[in-house]
């Protein structure tokens, strides 16, 4: 249905290929954690050398944090290569730049409301990785790949 | 000199590939179903097809859509209509995905018994919602918002 994929189709098919890992992960932590205690095959046993059921369990319950690490960095290099092959760009500002100058630069400018609720994405990311300075408001993974996904509707379809 | 030897799979059984078949029909009632409603509504619809691959079925096509919506303030907003599998576990009778876009907000249509559909969130909750116009309309507009 899809057929050949546009730049900007291909952009969102690497946020959905995340999305996909984030439900396969959440299923395999979901069924781990489920089938502990009856669970007893070859290779059961052998991951049970070095995992625990609280690491799983651990893992569950960042698995939110952890993808929307990896969510965001995809999204970071959407848009730098959309800065040095699009815009032919040889710099690599920062990601706050980058969100800034690519919006205004799209055929339909990103919307300063669209712009903000990036910008929210960005710091939650940003809180996660570093100590922050102020109160960051969190976000599910859902809403980081909604909002991120409608950023990247506003790039051209190619470029 | 190292040399490699495939087996080619085996055939498909008759029996499934009659499932499969009418698993095939049945999507295309929905996507027909799902172009109604959306025309009813306004919405520009494109109908296509998706390529499946699954164990022991093989590689086949099955009907998908796009249905267009109106863009509001986004450059463009849209929801698709996906054949993801017949097989899924469960009791199942297959899944459809209907997904956003650009918000790439989702949820699953799992086969019922019969002809109906169950609709799943991605947290797998049930929406317990009857499969109805109104209920899809509601649900492209929220999957795309």
């Known amino acids: 249905m899809r057929g050949i994929m546009t730049r900007q189709q291909e952009a969102h098919q690497r946020l959905r290929r995340i999305r996909d890992e984030f439900d396969a992960s ?4 979901r069924r781990a954690e489920a089938r502990w205690d009856t669970e ?10 070095k995992v625990t059921l609280g690491q799983i369990r651990r893992a569950f319950d960042n698995l939110d944090r952890t993808f929307i690490l990896r969510l965001f960095a995809e999204f970071e290099g959407i848009l730098l290569a959309y800065w040095q092959d699009a815009l032919g760009r040889q710099t690599s500002p920062k990601i706050f730049v980058l969100i800034n100058r690519i919006g205004d630069s799209c055929p339909i400018p990103v919307s300063s409301a669209q712009r903000d609720a990036t910008h929210e994405i960005r710091r939650y990311r940003n809180s996660l990785v570093h100590v922050p300075a102020e109160a960051v408001e969190p976000f599910t993974f859902g ?3 909604s909002r991120l996904g409608k950023y990247v509707s506003y790039l051209p379809q190619d470029w | 000199m190292t040399r490699a030897f495939s087996k ?3 055939a498909p059984d008759p029996t499934l590939l009659a499932k499969r078949d009418e698993w095939v029909r049945r999507v295309g009632l929905l996507v027909e179903q799902i172009r109604q409603w959306s025309t009813e509504a306004g919405w520009q619809v494109e109908i296509g097809s998706e390529t499946i691959d699954e164990h022991r079925l093989g590689q086949y096509e099955a009907p998908a859509a796009r249905v267009s919506l109106p863009k ?7 929801v698709f209509v996906v054949p993801i599998a017949m097989r899924i576990g469960g009791g199942a009778d297959g899944r459809v995905d209907l997904e956003g876009y650009p918000t790439l907000s989702r949820v699953k249509l799992l086969g019922e018994p019969g002809d109906g559909w169950t609709i799943m969130t991605d947290s797998n909750v049930p929406l317990r ?8 309309r509601q649900l492209a507009q ?3 918002a």
Do not use: M, N
Not at chain 2, 129 to 136: I, N, R
């Open chain 2, 72 to 78: 509001g303030d986004l450059p463009e907003r849209a």
């Open chain 2, 142 to 144: 929220d999957l795309a």
């Open chain 2, 8 to 10: 080619s799979p085996p």
């Open chain 2, 129 to 136: 919602q009857p499969w109805t116009a109104e209920t899809f």
């Open chain 1, 40 to 49: 007893w095959d070859a290779t059961t046993i052998e991951y049970r050398k």
């Open chain 1, 26 to 29: 959440h299923y395999a932590l």
């Open chain 1, 143 to 145: 809403v980081c790949l």
